[in-house]
């Protein structure tokens, strides 16, 4: 009935009221800088009707002011609005006592910012509260954290829709484990590993390349190739440039490649939306995707429009910006614990890192969350996010880190949350969660032999090597996401690229996979040519025992792999004689050759040390959670899909390359949708 659901909004929007006053009267009765009554004191009636009109014209101002100064703020960078969300609402609360009717109210600057910020989340939890029970209020509590309201008019398939949760840098082991332990009560529930209900879904790992990054990975599933992605970062020699896979305009490159490739947009081509990723996928709707990002802002440009989408609300803003904050100082006090217990391995995490997590765990994920929601309300085919909160995290702490461990619980509710929004979408949804790679812990190269990649491949060279080892930035992908919200295009970890001395080996880290390259040779070196110009190199290299092996070009066998004592095995000989590689496991040597056969593979392709026992791998990046290269975890991601789906691995062979998952994915959306044709190819289709 019509009128009974304006009576519930109209009583809920009373409670909130009500609850409103009272918290601005418990207030001022606890803040000495705050009082609701004149000097020479106020009836409790008179007091309560103060309260009463500052609590209302607080929350219209808050209703109405606060999208326009959203709107007004677009130039400000989005991890500083934030920031300014708690000086804006106590603006707003100042403004609304100045227009009480009642005269009465004053309150200092300082403790307006408090009394607004303790006002905005008292009635945002209210609001919740009441919302729970009544399905179109929620519905309609969820609409509001949409990136874009569903457009008048817009056709919505009957047929299920397919949602995609990329869960940034947790392993197939990871996941399980924190199942077991009952971290993940959500992903448990859909696995019936309680064995009360039948499951939902089913849970597979899959193999990556030897690149085992997002870069390469998320370009496979979402664009179907990773084909010239050696590395997180590598040098090409014929452009004189370096290719870092966190920088817009590389990925900007990368796709571009990939789409020339395979003469496709992508996986999300057909009514699809992007939140989140490196890369678009062809999507129409995109939002904190960086490749997009040095683009000029206009239709065609929203990497940054899902922040200021989220901050809009206001209840969203403060609730956000507090659990920012909070994630500051348990990060401070999580890094302090550690280096007080003596935790080792161990990195710095100081500077502007607790920053960088605080956004990753809260704002990123608080703001791709509800993009997600917004496009199941919306009614979208295909959704692909990315949440990086557990890569960031577990890069500095460790994946088997308990601090790594409490941001897969805050994941879970998450994935609990969009659950509960695809109740109420106007189409069914079918969820699929997985990973890009997972993480393999272990001591940085750096620690445990005082030196790093690019000092030893000097050694080996005869160039001087400097008295103190210098310290190799980080390639966490969150730090794209942080520089995408400050408007910051083309920068990277590693700060504007410096020039390169053409009479110098250009030396690159992703985690434990290195790259050597020499620019000033304009092809890719032989192992003879090496030999030649830097006789020491090589064994200096392959006999080092933080290194697992190396991969060259070589004249007489086309490539080499190289390990210590002499070692050399032809790449076509490695399934009968895999040598150094036989520690990597299976599907370590095809994952070589492929590598190998790149036009802008390094000249020499450094592999770390791994324990197959534990695990462990020597990060060439200061991480004790690291990926990039082979051994270890950082290797096995998961697929959790609907039993409702087919089968991920239909022939039995195993899946193996994000290619292959690429083509899992279209599978699906073909079972769910039919042929992919676009549902409106006119105007309104090329605007979106």
């Avoid at 101002?61 to 300014?84: D, E, I, K, N, Q």
Wanted: with cysteine; charged share 20%; hydrophobic share 40%.
């Amino acid at each position: 009935m019509r009128w009974r659901r304006v009576a519930g909004q109209i009583g809920r929007s009373v409670t909130v009221w009500a609850v409103s006053t009272l918290t601005m009267l418990v207030l001022a009765g606890a803040l000495p800088d705050f009082r609701l009554q004149s000097p020479d004191g106020d009836s409790a009636t008179r007091i309560a009707v103060t309260a009463a009109c500052g609590a209302g014209a607080f929350g219209l101002l808050s209703a109405l002011a606060w999208p326009v100064l959203v709107r007004l703020l677009l130039l400000v960078p989005a991890l500083f609005l934030g920031l300014l969300v708690f000086f804006l609402n106590g603006s707003l609360l100042l403004l609304a006592l100045r227009v009480n009717p009642s005269g009465r109210g004053e309150v200092a600057p300082e403790t307006a910012v408090i009394v607004a910020a303790v006002m905005s989340a008292v009635a945002s939890a209210t609001g919740g509260a009441l919302a729970v029970r009544d399905d179109d209020a929620y519905r309609r509590r969820l609409l509001r954290l949409a990136v874009r309201r569903r457009r008048a008019g817009r056709p919505c398939a009957s047929t299920p829709g397919l949602v995609c949760v990329q869960l940034d840098g947790v392993g197939h082991d990871v996941l399980t484990a924190a199942v077991r332990d009952g971290l993940m009560p959500t992903v448990a529930r859909w696995l019936a590993t309680d064995g009360v209900i039948p499951p939902t879904h089913r849970l597979a790992s899959w193999r990556t390349d030897w690149s085992s990054q997002t870069g390469a990975s998320q370009l496979g599933i979402l664009h179907g190739s990773t084909y010239d992605v050696p590395a997180f970062r590598w040098y090409e020699k014929d452009r004189g440039e370096v290719m870092v896979c966190n920088r817009p305009t590389s990925a900007a490159e990368l796709q571009r490649r990939a789409v020339a490739r395979t003469g496709d947009g992508g996986l999300l081509t057909v009514d699809g939306a992007s939140r989140g990723n490196l890369f678009s996928g062809g999507a129409g709707e995109q939002a904190l995707v960086l490749s997009i990002a040095t683009r000029r802002r206009g239709r065609g440009n929203r990497s940054r429009a899902g922040y200021f989408a989220y901050f809009s609300d206001p209840a969203n803003a403060v609730r956000t910006a507090l659990s920012f904050f909070a994630e500051i100082g348990r990060e401070i006090g999580q890094s302090t614990r550690a280096r007080f217990a003596g935790r080792h391995p161990r990195v710095g995490r100081g500077g502007l890192y607790p920053f960088v997590r605080a956004f990753a765990t809260v704002v990123e994920r608080d703001v791709v969350v509800a993009a997600v929601m917004g496009d199941l309300l919306a009614g979208r085919t295909a959704v692909y996010a990315d949440l990086v909160a557990y890569d960031e995290v577990a890069h500095h702490s460790g994946p088997d880190s308990r601090d790594a461990r409490q941001v897969l619980k805050r994941l879970d509710r998450s994935l609990a949350l969009i659950e509960k929004a695809a109740e109420h979408a106007p189409r069914p949804y079918r969820l699929v969660v997985l990973s890009d790679h997972g993480q393999s812990p272990g001591e940085t190269f750096r620690s445990r032999y005082g030196l790093t990649l690019a000092d030893l491949v000097r050694a080996g060279s005869g160039l001087p090597v400097p008295r103190g080892a210098g310290r190799t930035p980080s390639g966490a992908e969150a730090r794209a996401a942080v520089r995408v919200a400050l408007g910051r295009a083309d920068g990277t970890d590693d700060g504007p690229t410096p020039p390169v001395r053409r009479s110098e080996p250009v030396v690159l880290a992703s985690g434990n996979l290195g790259l050597v390259s020499f620019p000033d040779v304009p092809h890719r070196m032989t192992k003879e040519e090496i030999d030649a110009r830097h006789p020491a190199l090589l064994p200096t290299l392959a006999n080092h025992p933080g290194i697992g092996f190396l991969l060259v070009r070589s004249a007489e066998h086309d490539g080499v792999v190289l390990g210590p004592c002499g070692t050399e095995i032809p790449l076509a000989e490695l399934d009968e004689r895999p040598g150094p590689l036989a520690r990597f496991g299976p599907g370590a040597a095809d994952a070589v050759r492929r590598a190998h056969s790149f036009p802008h593979t390094a000249d020499i392709m450094v592999n770390s040390w791994h324990d197959p026992a534990s695990g462990e791998v020597h990060a060439f990046e200061e991480q004790i959670g690291s990926h990039g290269g082979l051994g270890g975890a950082q290797s096995r991601p998961f697929l959790l899909s609907p039993l409702t789906l087919s089968l991920p691995d239909e022939d039995g062979a195993g899946l193996s390359g994000a290619e292959r998952l690429h083509g899992v994915l279209r599978r699906w959306l073909g079972e769910l949708n039919g042929p992919e044709v676009p549902l409106d190819a006119g105007p309104e289709r090329r605007a979106a």
